[in-house]
């Protein structure tokens, strides 16, 4: 079990640019069996929670939604249990409550259905 906890949300202007933090609270996030994959994820009102970028334990992978490529960046410190999503150019459609998530099966954070979940920071983008 991962405890996950969001950081850096707030309101930005279009074209501005936010990092969003993750921190991870537990003994295990880097072991020898293997790394949680993380990914970020944002739902607006009245959708579904949707994927937004995904890296697997020891960085080696990383995949993002198209409507992203190229704006966002995803990275982590394992030794600080910190998973970062770097959201440049951003644009109105960006605003959501980005939500982060964890999961040792990297295709289950692709599909958006992480065994474990964070709270949530809301990510607001005036146009």
């Known amino acids: 079990q991962v405890q996950l906890m969001e950081f850096g949300g707030g309101s930005v202007q279009a074209g501005d640019s936010l990092r969003l933090f993750c921190a991870a609270f537990?003994?295990?996030?880097?072991?020898?069996?293997?790394?949680?994959?993380m990914g970020w994820f944002r739902r607006t009102p009245g959708k579904e929670r949707e994927f937004v970028a995904a890296?697997?334990?020891?960085?080696?992978?990383?995949d993002y939604t198209e409507s992203v490529k190229g704006r966002f960046t995803i990275s982590r410190d394992n030794a600080r249990k910190l998973v970062a999503l770097q959201m440049n150019s951003q644009k109105p459609e960006d605003a959501a409550v980005y939500y982060c998530?964890?999961?040792?099966?990297?295709?289950?954070?692709?599909?958006?259905?992480?065994?474990?979940w964070g709270q949530g920071t809301q990510v607001t983008v005036s146009s």
């Open positions: 890296i697997s334990g020891s960085a080696d992978t990383v």
């Open positions: 998530g964890a999961d040792r099966n990297f295709q289950a954070v692709v599909r958006a259905k992480p065994l474990n």
């Open positions: 537990t003994p295990t996030f880097t072991t020898t069996s293997g790394n949680y994959a």
